[in-house]
T-cell receptor
């Protein structure tokens, strides 16, 4: 079983729609959780950290469910510029900065 | 303030050759991590350098080695290249905070290696 699993998509959604991505992780001791965004042929960039209490940044909302070992990302009012691959990322142990990535979910926003 | 830089941007090698990739961390960062990203996959952790020593290593063979210099820059060396080594090689830098924690990792643009 992969440490971090994501639906690879692709997700093709119309502009203005709401889209949700899910991710599961296998190590129950995992400490830190993130969503990264990667544009085609570019480097990954941190989109947001994910906290147990949930957190929101503009149109983006991230949730963590430790009991189910599940992370989600919600994008509201999607824009053409949101088209990218979204990577779910986990750090397994405190003090261990190895980022474990999912395969990524590819999102295309259609005009 | 320069971000993470990597060189070269693209590289073509043949099987059996050796390659060296370079990374300069973001100003103020002292830790460098290397990742390999194959097409259609997420990045895979290779190893991390701090204080000029390899601190952690992922599931990569000994053909993959590295070095960190006193100015915190780093090199990734791959010997006896295989076709399967073709990938985007990403360098990420971060800084060590108190109590062993580190700040967010910032990625460089990567080096795209093609092995023929």
């Amino acid at each position: 079983r992969k440490e971090v699993e994501q639906d690879p998509g692709p997700f093709n959604v119309p502009e203005g729609a709401t889209v949700a991505f899910n991710c599961t992780y296998s190590n129950s001791a995992s400490q830190s959780f993130f969503w990264y965004r990667q544009d085609c042929r570019k480097e990954p960039k941190l989109l947001m950290s994910v906290y147990s209490s949930g957190n929101e940044d503009g149109r983006f909302t991230a949730q963590l469910n430790r009991a189910s070992q599940y992370i989600s990302l919600l994008i509201r009012d999607s824009k053409l510029s949101d088209s990218a691959t979204y990577l779910c990322v986990v750090i397994s142990n405190f003090g261990n900065e190895k980022l474990t990535f999912g395969t990524g979910t590819r999102l295309t926003i259609i005009p | 303030d320069a971000g993470v830089t990597q060189s070269p941007t693209h590289l073509i090698k043949t099987r059996g050759q050796q390659v060296t990739l370079r990374c300069s961390p973001k100003s103020g960062h002292d830790t460098v991590s290397w990742y390999q990203q194959a097409l259609g996959q997420g990045p895979q952790f290779i190893f991390q350098y701090y204080e000029e020593e390899e601190r952690q290593r992922g599931n990569f063979p000994d053909r993959f080695s590295g070095h960190q210099f006193p100015n915190y820059s780093s090199e990734l060396n791959v010997n006896a290249l295989l076709l399967g080594d073709s990938a985007l090689y990403l360098c990420a830098s971060s800084s060590r905070l108190r109590q062993g924690r580190r700040d967010t990792q910032y990625f460089g643009p990567g080096t795209r290696l093609t092995v023929l």
